[in-house]
Protein backbone atom coordinates (compact mmCIF):
# COMPACT_ATOMS: atom_id res chain seq x y z
CA UNK A 1 0.00 0.00 0.00
CA UNK A 2 1.16 3.49 -0.40
CA UNK A 3 2.38 5.51 2.07
CA UNK A 4 3.84 7.99 3.76
CA UNK A 5 5.36 8.19 6.97
CA UNK A 6 6.21 11.16 9.25
CA UNK A 7 7.98 9.23 12.84
CA UNK A 8 7.95 12.62 14.89
CA UNK A 9 4.73 14.51 15.59
CA UNK A 10 6.86 17.19 16.97
CA UNK A 11 11.02 18.34 16.49
CA UNK A 12 11.91 21.40 18.99
CA UNK A 13 15.46 22.82 18.75
CA UNK A 14 17.51 25.95 19.44
CA UNK A 15 18.08 28.33 17.30
CA UNK A 16 21.18 27.27 15.14
CA UNK A 17 20.68 24.19 15.85
CA UNK A 18 20.69 21.39 12.73
CA UNK A 19 17.35 20.01 11.85
CA UNK A 20 16.06 16.55 10.48
CA UNK A 21 12.62 16.17 9.37
CA UNK A 22 12.09 12.19 8.80
CA UNK A 23 9.80 11.15 6.16
CA UNK A 24 9.80 7.25 4.73
CA UNK A 25 7.74 6.32 1.73
CA UNK A 26 6.33 2.93 1.03
CA UNK A 27 5.56 2.63 -3.14
CA UNK A 28 5.89 0.15 -5.80
CA UNK A 29 6.62 2.33 -8.79
CA UNK A 30 8.91 5.55 -8.80
CA UNK A 31 8.25 7.96 -6.59
CA UNK A 32 7.92 11.56 -6.51
CA UNK A 33 8.40 13.32 -3.72
CA UNK A 34 7.53 16.74 -2.28
CA UNK A 35 8.23 18.61 1.36
CA UNK A 36 5.31 21.45 1.73
CA UNK A 37 5.68 24.10 4.65
CA UNK A 38 2.31 25.40 6.91
CA UNK A 39 3.28 28.47 8.80
CA UNK A 40 0.34 29.07 11.16
CA UNK A 41 -2.79 29.03 9.86
CA UNK A 42 -1.65 30.09 6.46
CA UNK A 43 -2.36 27.76 3.24
CA UNK A 44 0.33 24.70 2.49
CA UNK A 45 3.33 25.94 0.93
CA UNK A 46 5.64 23.77 -1.54
CA UNK A 47 8.96 23.51 -0.23
CA UNK A 48 11.05 21.16 -2.57
CA UNK A 49 10.53 18.30 -4.91
CA UNK A 50 12.74 15.74 -4.90
CA UNK A 51 13.44 16.07 -8.53
CA UNK A 52 14.57 19.68 -8.94
CA UNK A 53 17.18 18.85 -6.40
CA UNK A 54 16.82 22.25 -5.23
CA UNK A 55 17.92 23.80 -2.01
CA UNK A 56 15.18 26.87 -0.57
CA UNK A 57 15.83 28.79 2.03
CA UNK A 58 18.20 26.46 3.27
CA UNK A 59 16.14 23.23 3.17
CA UNK A 60 17.82 20.22 1.10
CA UNK A 61 16.24 16.60 0.83
CA UNK A 62 17.85 13.84 -1.01
CA UNK A 63 15.63 10.82 -2.11
CA UNK A 64 17.18 7.47 -0.56
CA UNK A 65 15.44 4.82 -2.89
CA UNK A 66 17.64 2.29 -0.77
CA UNK A 67 15.91 3.69 2.74
CA UNK A 68 13.02 4.51 1.12
CA UNK A 69 13.34 7.85 2.57
CA UNK A 70 13.46 11.66 1.77
CA UNK A 71 14.18 13.32 5.20
CA UNK A 72 13.99 17.22 5.17
CA UNK A 73 17.46 18.36 6.27
CA UNK A 74 18.51 22.13 7.08
CA UNK A 75 22.48 23.01 9.16
CA UNK A 76 21.60 26.07 11.10
CA UNK A 77 17.44 26.17 12.24
CA UNK A 78 15.80 29.67 12.30
CA UNK A 79 13.41 30.91 14.68
CA UNK A 80 11.01 32.07 11.36
CA UNK A 81 11.50 28.09 10.16
CA UNK A 82 8.87 27.08 12.93
CA UNK A 83 5.96 26.08 11.30
CA UNK A 84 4.23 22.16 10.22
CA UNK A 85 6.30 20.42 7.55
CA UNK A 86 4.16 17.94 5.40
CA UNK A 87 6.06 15.51 3.33
CA UNK A 88 4.29 13.63 0.44
CA UNK A 89 3.96 11.68 -2.65
CA UNK A 90 2.43 11.87 -5.65
CA UNK A 91 0.75 8.36 -7.08
CA UNK A 92 1.36 8.08 -10.65
CA UNK A 93 -1.03 9.33 -13.30
CA UNK A 94 -4.19 10.14 -10.65
CA UNK A 95 -2.04 13.06 -9.49
CA UNK A 96 -3.16 12.35 -6.09
CA UNK A 97 -0.72 13.62 -3.45
CA UNK A 98 -0.45 11.58 -0.43
CA UNK A 99 0.62 13.51 2.57
CA UNK A 100 2.57 12.40 5.87
CA UNK A 101 1.31 13.13 9.30
CA UNK A 102 2.84 16.25 9.34
CA UNK A 103 5.85 17.61 11.95
CA UNK A 104 5.53 20.59 13.49
CA UNK A 105 9.28 22.04 14.18
CA UNK A 106 9.72 24.41 16.96
CA UNK A 107 12.75 26.41 17.12
CA UNK A 108 13.46 27.83 20.30
CA UNK A 109 15.39 31.20 20.53
CA UNK B 1 -3.00 38.64 -7.61
CA UNK B 2 -3.96 35.74 -5.48
CA UNK B 3 -3.40 31.98 -7.22
CA UNK B 4 -6.06 30.19 -5.84
CA UNK B 5 -8.42 31.71 -4.13
CA UNK B 6 -11.22 29.95 -1.53
CA UNK B 7 -14.27 31.64 0.02
CA UNK B 8 -15.77 31.83 2.55
CA UNK B 9 -12.42 31.68 4.78
CA UNK B 10 -13.99 31.14 7.69
CA UNK B 11 -17.94 29.76 7.83
CA UNK B 12 -19.80 28.95 11.24
CA UNK B 13 -23.16 27.04 10.61
CA UNK B 14 -25.46 25.39 12.51
CA UNK B 15 -26.25 21.18 12.19
CA UNK B 16 -28.08 20.09 9.72
CA UNK B 17 -27.80 23.42 7.61
CA UNK B 18 -26.31 23.10 3.57
CA UNK B 19 -23.37 24.98 2.78
CA UNK B 20 -20.76 25.48 0.09
CA UNK B 21 -17.49 26.80 -0.63
CA UNK B 22 -15.97 28.22 -3.55
CA UNK B 23 -12.68 27.85 -4.86
CA UNK B 24 -11.47 29.64 -8.31
CA UNK B 25 -7.60 29.54 -9.82
CA UNK B 26 -6.17 32.04 -12.36
CA UNK B 27 -3.14 29.78 -13.17
CA UNK B 28 -4.26 28.33 -16.15
CA UNK B 29 -3.99 24.59 -14.20
CA UNK B 30 -6.20 21.72 -15.75
CA UNK B 31 -6.51 20.09 -12.01
CA UNK B 32 -8.07 21.16 -9.19
CA UNK B 33 -8.45 19.05 -5.56
CA UNK B 34 -10.32 19.16 -2.34
CA UNK B 35 -8.28 17.97 1.15
CA UNK B 36 -9.83 18.14 4.08
CA UNK B 37 -7.24 18.77 7.25
CA UNK B 38 -8.50 17.61 10.29
CA UNK B 39 -8.42 18.55 13.90
CA UNK B 40 -4.73 16.61 14.59
CA UNK B 41 -3.66 18.32 11.20
CA UNK B 42 -3.65 15.38 8.62
CA UNK B 43 -4.66 16.26 5.31
CA UNK B 44 -6.45 13.42 2.82
CA UNK B 45 -7.53 13.94 -0.18
CA UNK B 46 -11.61 14.33 -1.11
CA UNK B 47 -11.74 15.08 -4.88
CA UNK B 48 -9.93 15.71 -7.78
CA UNK B 49 -11.43 17.28 -10.83
CA UNK B 50 -9.55 17.08 -14.56
CA UNK B 51 -10.70 19.99 -16.82
CA UNK B 52 -14.30 19.57 -15.58
CA UNK B 53 -13.81 16.00 -15.31
CA UNK B 54 -14.24 14.00 -11.81
CA UNK B 55 -11.13 12.03 -11.71
CA UNK B 56 -10.82 10.97 -7.75
CA UNK B 57 -13.47 10.47 -6.02
CA UNK B 58 -12.32 9.37 -2.15
CA UNK B 59 -14.57 7.84 0.19
CA UNK B 60 -16.42 10.62 1.37
CA UNK B 61 -19.97 10.88 2.10
CA UNK B 62 -22.48 11.65 -0.49
CA UNK B 63 -23.68 14.64 1.49
CA UNK B 64 -20.59 15.76 -0.30
CA UNK B 65 -20.78 17.11 -3.63
CA UNK B 66 -18.23 18.91 -5.86
CA UNK B 67 -18.71 20.97 -9.12
CA UNK B 68 -16.99 21.95 -11.71
CA UNK B 69 -18.43 24.47 -13.79
CA UNK B 70 -15.35 25.26 -16.01
CA UNK B 71 -11.69 24.31 -15.36
CA UNK B 72 -10.83 27.15 -12.87
CA UNK B 73 -13.92 26.41 -10.61
CA UNK B 74 -14.38 23.63 -8.58
CA UNK B 75 -17.00 24.24 -5.84
CA UNK B 76 -18.05 22.14 -2.54
CA UNK B 77 -21.80 21.65 -1.36
CA UNK B 78 -22.13 19.77 1.71
CA UNK B 79 -25.35 18.55 2.59
CA UNK B 80 -27.09 18.24 6.76
CA UNK B 81 -23.80 19.55 7.93
CA UNK B 82 -22.76 17.37 11.16
CA UNK B 83 -20.50 18.15 13.81
CA UNK B 84 -17.48 15.81 12.36
CA UNK B 85 -17.27 18.03 9.50
CA UNK B 86 -15.81 20.75 11.16
CA UNK B 87 -12.15 21.11 9.13
CA UNK B 88 -10.18 23.03 7.40
CA UNK B 89 -10.73 22.65 3.65
CA UNK B 90 -8.12 23.38 1.14
CA UNK B 91 -8.41 23.70 -2.82
CA UNK B 92 -5.66 23.03 -4.84
CA UNK B 93 -4.70 22.73 -8.03
CA UNK B 94 -2.08 21.30 -10.61
CA UNK B 95 -0.82 21.69 -13.96
CA UNK B 96 -2.48 18.11 -14.47
CA UNK B 97 -2.64 14.87 -13.02
CA UNK B 98 0.28 13.42 -12.13
CA UNK B 99 2.36 16.60 -12.72
CA UNK B 100 5.91 16.67 -10.58
CA UNK B 101 5.29 20.61 -9.80
CA UNK B 102 3.08 19.73 -6.81
CA UNK B 103 0.11 21.60 -6.40
CA UNK B 104 -0.60 25.05 -5.82
CA UNK B 105 -3.12 25.71 -2.21
CA UNK B 106 -5.77 28.06 -1.82
CA UNK B 107 -6.12 29.43 1.99
CA UNK B 108 -8.41 26.93 3.40
CA UNK B 109 -11.65 27.38 4.74
CA UNK B 110 -12.06 26.87 8.40
CA UNK B 111 -15.50 25.03 8.75
CA UNK B 112 -17.18 25.11 12.42
CA UNK B 113 -20.78 22.97 12.68
CA UNK B 114 -21.84 23.70 16.22
Known amino acids: AQRVTQPEKLLSVFKGAPVELKCNYS??????LFWYVQYSRQRLQLLLR??SRESIKGFTADLNKGETSFHLKKPFAQEEDSAMYYC???????????FGQGTTLQVKP | DTAVSQTPKYLVTQMGNDKSIKCEQN?????MYWYKQDSKKFLKIMFS???????INETVPNRFSPKSPDKAHLNLHINSLELGDSAVYFC?????????????FGSGTRLTVV
Open chain 2, 49 to 55: YNNKELI
Open chain 1, 50 to 51: HI
Open chain 2, 92 to 104: ASSQGPGQSYGYT
Open chain 1, 27 to 32: YSGSPE
Open chain 2, 27 to 31: LGHDT
Open chain 1, 88 to 98: ALILGNTGKLI
